[in-house]
T-cell receptor, first 119, second 109 residues
Framework: GAVVSQHPSRVICKSGTSVKIECRSLDFQATTMFWYRQFPKQSLMLMATSNEGSKATYEQGVEKDKFLINHASLTLSTLTVTSAHPEDSSFYIC???????????????FGPGTRLTVL | EDKVVQSPLSLVVHEGDTVTLNCSYEVTNFRSLLWYKQEKKAPTFLFMLTSSGIEKKSGRLSSILDKKELSSILNITATQTGDSAIYLCAADTGNQFYFGTGTSLTVIP
C-alpha cells in the first residue's frame, strides 16, 4: 500500500524557535495533503489542506502566519511552526491522497505523526 | 515493518443491520489502539483501547481489543444512514501512530 512518512518523528525545541515538519508520499504523487493536530483521546483536528503548487486552505481558527504550510512538490509538504510556544506541543499528523481537493470518501494515507514538545 | 490493516475495505448494508469491522496491527512497542469515524473533514475519535478483552461501548457502537491476536473489532448494531462513513483504526506506540486505510461503510435506507 501507499506509504506516507514524516520527519522528524519527535522534536523538542525551546519556546520562540521555529520547527519544520516534513510529510512525504513515498510511492505515489500526493495531489492533496492534509495537516492535523492530535490531542490525547480526542479527534484529529484538521488544520489545513494543501494542494500541490497552490496556497494552503486553513481551517477557521488556525493561524496562517504561525503554521506555515508549503506543498512545493507532488511528494512533499512541510509544516513550519513559527515562534513555537508550549501550547503548540502536540502530535502533528499529515495525510495524503492522489486526488484533487474537494473532500469525498477517497482514500487517504496517514503519516505516523510528529511529536512536538516545546519547552 | 510496522503496519495496520483493516478489513473489509468497503461495506454496504441496509439500515438495521449489524456490522463488524476488523483491524489488525503489527507494530513494535504497541500502547493502544484507536478507532475513528471520518465523515467530512477530520476523523472523530470513537474509542481508545489499551487492555485486552475489555469491551468499550458508546450507544450502538462497541469495540474490543485482542492483544493475543493483535487485532480489534468495531461493532455497530442497528445501523443507521448516519453511520455511513470511513472508519479508521490506528495503533499508537507512544511516539507514532500507524493508521489503517479505513473501512468505507455505506448504510442504505
Amino acid at each position: 500500500g501507499a506509504v506516507v512518512s514524516q520527519h522528524p518523528s519527535r522534536v523538542i525545541c525551546k519556546s520562540g524557535t521555529s520547527v519544520k515538519i516534513e510529510c512525504r508520499s513515498l510511492d505515489f504523487q500526493a495531489t492533496t495533503m492534509f495537516w492535523y493536530r492530535q490531542f490525547p483521546k480526542q479527534s484529529l483536528m484538521l488544520m489545513a489542506t494543501s494542494n500541490e503548487g497552490s496556497k494552503a486552505t486553513y481551517e477557521q481558527g488556525v493561524e496562517k502566519d504561525k503554521f506555515l504550510i508549503n506543498h512545493a512538490s507532488l511528494t512533499l509538504s512541510t509544516l513550519t511552526v513559527t515562534s513555537a510556544h508550549p501550547e503548540d506541543s502536540s502530535f502533528y499528523i499529515c495525510s495524503a491522497r492522489d486526488q484533487p481537493s474537494g473532500f469525498s470518501y477517497n482514500e487517504q494515507f496517514f503519516g505516523p505523526g510528529t511529536r512536538l514538545t516545546v519547552l | 515493518e510496522d503496519k495496520v490493516v483493516q478489513s473489509p475495505l468497503s461495506l454496504v448494508v441496509h439500515e438495521g443491520d449489524t456490522v463488524t469491522l476488523n483491524c489488525s496491527y503489527e507494530v513494535t512497542n504497541f500502547r493502544s489502539l484507536l478507532w475513528y469515524k471520518q465523515e467530512k473533514k477530520a476523523p472523530t475519535f470513537l474509542f481508545m483501547l489499551t487492555s485486552s478483552g475489555i469491551e468499550k461501548k458508546s450507544g450502538r457502537l462497541s469495540s474490543i481489543l485482542d492483544k493475543k491476536e493483535l487485532s480489534s473489532i468495531l461493532n455497530i448494531t442497528a445501523t443507521q444512514t448516519g453511520d455511513s462513513a470511513i472508519y479508521l483504526c490506528a495503533a499508537d506506540t507512544g511516539n507514532q501512530f500507524y493508521f489503517g486505510t479505513g473501512t468505507s461503510l455505506t448504510v442504505i435506507p
